[in-house]
């Protein structure tokens, strides 16, 4: 059974960079074709891809976000960090973290979803 | 990059069906195989539903369908159930290893 869990701070202060570990089980980053992506959702808005890492150390991003992210694993620890620098209130959102399966749901499709954890950026 | 454009709502009665639209470019949508389409209860993380257009996953009902035309894709929920009532997201590989979400569409079982 796949199971993500996103971890962090759930308050940050303007400027500030922020750091979100994804910590999970029952899969490997290591297996061909598997990927961790992060996604965002500001209260009652739309969802909004972040960035994803393959097994393979490829990582993708966010045209949009690309200069403030970086997506790293560990796979010894069955985690994946994102940090985010340069918070600002339009930052306020949940963060989840996602399984994908490149060879088995296709390009950028999240199958398991971790529960999400509430980042609000506020002085 | 553009949020694909969804209708905010849409509506049916139990045992109806109600379809929702995803609407992008030729760059996104039109250009790929690779729309994904997913559930998302109040307070509850997404899920996925449909995934390369019309494929559903294991354990998703068959009453959940999708299908592209052009630059437009569309989710089918046939044999509304209270169940169904929940926002659903459509998603597409935009190219350049970049994807992109729908601005979601609440259905509403009446």
């Known amino acids: 059974q796949i199971t993500l869990k996103e971890s962090g701070p759930t308050l940050v202060k303007p400027t500030q960079t922020l750091t979100l570990t994804c910590t999970f089980s029952?899969?490997?980053?290591?297996?061909?074709?598997?990927?961790v992506g992060w996604i965002r959702q500001p209260p009652g808005k739309a969802l909004e891809w972040l960035a994803l890492?393959?097994?393979?150390?490829?990582?993708r991003y966010s045209p949009s976000l690309k200069s403030r992210l970086t997506i790293t694993k560990d796979t010894s620890k069955n985690q994946v960090v994102l940090t985010m620098t340069n918070m600002d209130p339009v930052d306020t959102a949940t963060y989840y973290c996602?399984?994908?399966?490149?060879?088995?749901?296709?390009?950028?499709?999240?199958?398991?979803w971790g529960q999400g954890t509430m980042v609000t950026v506020s002085s | 990059q553009s949020a694909l454009t969804q209708p905010p709502s849409a509506s049916g009665s139990p045992g109806q069906s109600v379809t929702i639209s995803c609407t992008g470019t030729?760059?996104?949508?039109?250009?790929?195989?690779?729309v994904s389409w997913y559930q998302q209860h109040p307070g509850k993380a997404p899920k996925l539903m449909i995934y390369?257009?019309?494929k559903r996953p294991s354990g998703v009902p068959d009453r959940f369908s999708g299908s592209k035309s052009g630059n437009t894709a569309s989710l089918t929920v046939s044999g509304l159930q209270a169940e169904d009532e929940a926002d659903y997201y459509c998603?597409?590989?935009?190219?350049?290893?970049?994807?992109?979400f729908g601005t979601g569409t609440k259905v509403t079982v009446l």
């Open positions: 996602a399984h994908s399966g490149l060879l088995w749901f296709g390009a950028f499709a999240f199958d398991i």
């Open positions: 029952g899969f490997s980053l290591s297996t061909s074709g598997v990927g």
């Open positions: 890492i393959y097994w393979d150390d490829d990582k």
């Open positions: 030729s760059s996104d949508v039109g250009g790929y195989n690779y």
């Open positions: 390369e257009v019309s």
């Open positions: 998603s597409s590989y935009a190219g350049n290893n970049n994807s992109v």
